[in-house]
């Protein structure tokens, strides 16, 4: 048996108190039985999901409770936060229930990002109510209602305080980084984005939280909340697709593998195998689009959304008629290696 996930954070409070933020170092997945029974004595866990603040002084009996059970990695992460006097939490959750704090919230989303979990696998439900807005600086996360003050402070010792973003997420290199990515600005990638090996993000790429790519892509578009981008699909620069956040939009909008999104394009409908849509044109589920055979003759004129998940399909604009047109797709999309090289 195992619990759903585990997590020692590390992280940042508000002078009220409030958490800001967490960090995770190590989350788990599937943590055993035996870690959670050997630290349940330590922490007071009784079961259930539940979010526990630590004391300094209780992380050397988890070090040895963690050492008992052979979970090095957790053991060498007490050892280093050992003396700290940031505040300290234990995350553990049983089930995949609806989070009921800001910790579970920031456990789920490092789960994401650490590539623990695939986007739409965790129940985020009622996130937002839980995750404070956040002034992110070169101090770290200040609550926003502090943030003045602390900035007169440091001019005060002759020092501009940066202030980066005002958000509930951060970005999301500064709690992980996984293995085989290129990132140009990582101000443009939030935490709870899943970002796959081979990905390339270009500076203006963006990827949001509970999104993100399944393997090589090389992203210069907006990849927003919800959307998921499969292997060897490429993004063009400029391009964007519909999140299930944009207009009460509650389609999951997908690129299939072996995509191409031209430059300033967009999607607003889940995208099969193997499919291009060209430059500059903006495809919706409500679109209508003019069907086209072999010998690019019109057969019918039907919704886009009719065509959902097909593959094959190229989808391009006729530049004398302004017609949407979609015929079978005949040219392979196959990646620049070297663009997508990452040693």
């Given at each position: ?24 170092h ?6 055993p ?57 234990i ?10 704090s800001t ?17 739409h ?26 943030l ?6 440091a ?36 935490l709870g ?6 990905t390339?993000?270009?500076h ?5 939280f509970?999104?993100g ?25 400029g ?18 593998e072996?995509c ?14 193997r499919?291009?849509?060209e430059?500059g ?39 004398q ?5 979609v ?17």
């Open positions: 048996m195992s619990n759903f996930a585990f997590g020692l954070g590390v992280g940042t409070r508000s002078a009220a108190g409030q958490w800001l933020e967490v960090y995770y190590a989350p788990l997945m599937n943590a039985d035996t870690l959670i029974q050997a630290i349940a004595p330590i922490v007071g866990y009784d079961g259930g999901n539940q979010t526990i603040e630590l004391a300094e002084d209780q992380l050397k009996a988890l070090e040895v409770a963690f050492l008992s059970v052979e979970a090095e990695d957790q053991a060498e992460l007490t050892e280093i936060l050992e003396g700290t006097p940031q505040p300290l939490v995350c553990i959750l049983e089930q995949d229930a609806q989070p009921e910790a579970e919230v920031y456990l789920k989303l490092s789960l994401l990002s650490h590539r623990l979990a695939k986007p696998s965790l129940n985020l439900n009622g996130m937002f109510g839980l995750l404070p807005n956040v002034a992110w600086t070169s101090e770290g996360a200040i609550a926003v209602n502090e003045a003050k602390r900035q007169l402070s001019r005060a010792q002759g020092r501009i305080l940066e202030v980066f973003s005002v958000d509930k997420f951060p970005k999301m290199a500064n709690y992980a980084v996984p293995e085989g990515i290129r990132i140009g600005d990582a101000s443009r990638i939030r984005a899943y970002v796959g090996e081979g390339t993000v270009m203006e790429g963006f990827i949001n509970n999104a790519t399944m393997g090589v892509s090389m992203v210069e578009g907006r990849i927003s909340a919800g959307v998921v981008v499969g292997n060897g699909s490429d993004l063009g620069g391009c964007s697709t519909m999140g299930t956040l944009s207009g009460g939009n509650n389609v999951v909008i997908s690129v299939g072996n191409l999104i031209g430059a300033n394009a967009g999607l607003g409908l889940p995208l099969g195998d499919c291009t849509i430059a044109l903006y495809v919706t589920g409500s679109s209508k689009v003019t069907l086209l055979d072999e010998n690019n003759q019109a057969v019918a004129t039907v919704k886009a959304a009719e065509l959902a998940g097909k593959p094959d399909l190229l989808f391009r604009r006729n530049s008629t302004g017609q949407i047109e015929k079978t797709n005949q040219s392979a999309i196959e990646l620049n290696a070297e663009l997508h090289k990452h040693n």
